[in-house]
């Protein structure tokens, strides 16, 4: 049984799709999705369907649509070799969607960046690179584009995005201590243009065209953000940044491509 949760909601057994067609078991089936193999209170389930204020009937509801959502696990398992029971479990107080971590992609996300910034930390950039990119690839659009959020979820879908975020910034980290400059430049381009306050990227950014050779598009770079910052939030950028800027107008050679990652900068990995 597959759950994909980094993007549209889809969730499969042996090619049958169990993803019910209304929107309060949708949204029922991902926040069991989004705490596989934990218990979901009943309390919290209902807040994620009703909000704060449920009606008296949301308890019955509730069960009935437990039981919908049983009767499409069964409809998909034909051979009868699991019972339905043990993976749309109840618990007191709640319920639990029991299923192997390698099956559900935002498990396999966490395992894989977790892999990749221990790696990191090792000194193994080329691993952490290969790790962290193979769990980015998993995504397929925002976390469940297609499913009412309620409250839960949106916690959980602000959790997965700033997680991504934080992964990505790792494995571009890793790249740039692998010399791969010159192939992030196109990359970090679009991110900065999507994210023109993330003082991160724009070091990232900054660094990766210093190292190409384009000192006055990295210096560029930097007064787009500080623009930006000042502009919307009348804020200065942050002192790292401002480090990084200085570092670049004088060349200093702790910018240059070492074998030991070192962060004098902060911020964006110089290395």
Known sequence: MQFSILGPLAAHEAGVSIVPTAAKPRQLLSLLAL????????????????GTSPPR????????????????????LK???????????????????????????ALEFHRL????????????????????????????????VDVTHGTQIS?????????????????????????????????LTGLAGRCPMHENLHGQLMLALYRAGRTADA???????????????GLEPSSPVR??????LRSDPALDLREEPIRPYGGALVG
């Open 35 to 50: 705490n596989a193999n934990h218990i979901v209170t009943v309390q919290d389930l209902m807040e994620e369907l009703w």
């Open 57 to 76: 009937s949301a308890p019955t509801t509730l069960q009935t649509y437990i039981l919908q959502l049983r009767r499409k696990l069964r409809a998909a």
């Open 79 to 105: 051979d009868g070799a699991r019972d339905v029971n043990g993976i749309l479990v109840t618990r007191y107080g709640g319920y639990l969607l029991e299923v192997d971590p390698a099956c559900v992609d």
């Open 113 to 144: 960046i977790t892999a990749g910034y221990a790696a990191f930390e090792a000194g193994s950039m080329a691993r952490a690179s290969i790790l962290l990119s193979s769990a980015l690839e998993l995504w397929h659009g925002p976390v469940l």
């Open 155 to 187: 916690i959980e879908v602000t959790r997965l995005t700033e997680c991504r975020m934080g992964a990505l910034e790792r494995r571009i980290d890793a790249d740039l201590q692998l010399g791969r400059h010159h192939e992030l430049i196109g990359e």
């Open 219 to 233: 210096l560029d770079t930097y007064q787009r953000l500080r623009d930006s910052l000042v502009e919307d939030l």
């Open 243 to 248: 480090r990084l800027q200085r570092a670049i």
